[in-house]
């Protein structure tokens, strides 16, 4: 998983059905009605293969889904959704699939609230955020996400906003993932599958914090590094710390270390630490 390029966000149509339900309904006046609809049929059908085609770690999460449906866009990171307050979260699980659906005032909303997903590595982990979202059962969330197969831990992240959620999917060796946003009812479906193994485990580089309980003290800490790229990880030991980065090598990462102790602001005491790819740090 390390090194993996981030994906194009996919965009579908929203009104496809609609459009060519209408072309179907207007053909039937017309002679060639069947060479026609066959034509768009088929070009349905390419419209899939293409979109297969350019996301090659996708072609697993499309193979049940259905030409014509109420797929939204198909990620591996990026944001999507759209901005919304007082919605609750709930989740459903399958061997190796998490649905994840909205809720507002009791009723299912037409589209996902904002949300953004990361992908890190050290060890190989989603990072789930959504905006807006202000009741959720978190014990079933966490439950129902190490039931999957492929997943390794679950974890929350606390964070400095109280309309938002934020929680960790750390997922096995060998694993690849897709996250798919469905409207009309809005829900997330993250699909998690076994691939053939393609990279190495190998030693990372990170600019780090020691590690401590999981608080507001660590949620302030990772927020006032968060333009450079910090996260929350869980460590060997059960605790939390903040790191940056995921380096090659040592040289950039102590770089990074002397930027971040020449600014004014900085007054946690940050060391540079090493661990594999695959592995959590101690």
Not at 3 to 31: C, F, M, T, W
Not at 40 to 58: D, F, K, Q, R, Y
Not at 156 to 169: E, G, H, K, Q, T
Not at 194 to 208: E, I, W
Request: charged share 25%.
């Amino acid at each position: 998983m390390n090194g993996k390029e981030h994906y194009d966000n996919i965009e579908i149509p929203a009104r496809l059905s609609e459009v060519i339900q209408h072309v179907r309904h207007r053909a039937q006046h017309q002679k060639r009605k069947q060479m026609f609809w066959r034509g768009c049929s088929l070009l349905a059908v390419c419209a899939a293969m293409m979109i297969t085609i350019n996301m090659p770690g996708v072609a697993q999460a499309l193979s049940d889904v259905p030409v014509i449906g109420p797929v939204v866009k198909i990620l591996q990171v990026g944001n999507g959704g759209k901005p919304n307050d007082g919605v609750s979260l709930t989740t459903s699980k399958e061997a190796d699939t998490l649905n994840i659906y909205f809720q507002l005032e009791g009723e299912h909303l037409a589209s996902a609230p904002a949300y953004t997903l990361d992908h890190q590595v050290g060890p190989n982990r989603l990072i789930f955020t959504f905006n807006g979202v202000r009741e959720l059962d978190y014990a079933k969330l966490e439950k129902d996400i190490k039931a999957l197969k492929n997943v390794k831990d679950a974890y929350r992240n606390i964070i400095l906003d109280d309309s938002a959620i934020r929680f960790v999917v750390e997922l096995k060796d060998d694993v690849d993932y897709s996250v798919s946003e469905y409207r009309q009812p809005g829900f997330i479906q993250l699909k998690l599958f076994s691939t053939p193994k393609n990279a190495q485990a190998h030693r990372l580089f990170f600019v780090r914090s020691q590690e401590m309980e999981q608080d507001e003290t660590l949620a302030l800490l990772a927020e006032q590094y968060n333009s450079d790229g910090s996260s929350i990880v869980k460590t060997q030991n059960g605790k939390f710390a903040m790191v940056i980065g995921g380096f090659e090598n040592q040289t950039e990462a102590e770089k990074l270390l002397q930027q971040i102790a020449s600014r004014e602001e900085h007054v946690q005491q940050l060391f540079v630490d090493s661990w594999m790819s695959n592995e959590n740090p101690k």
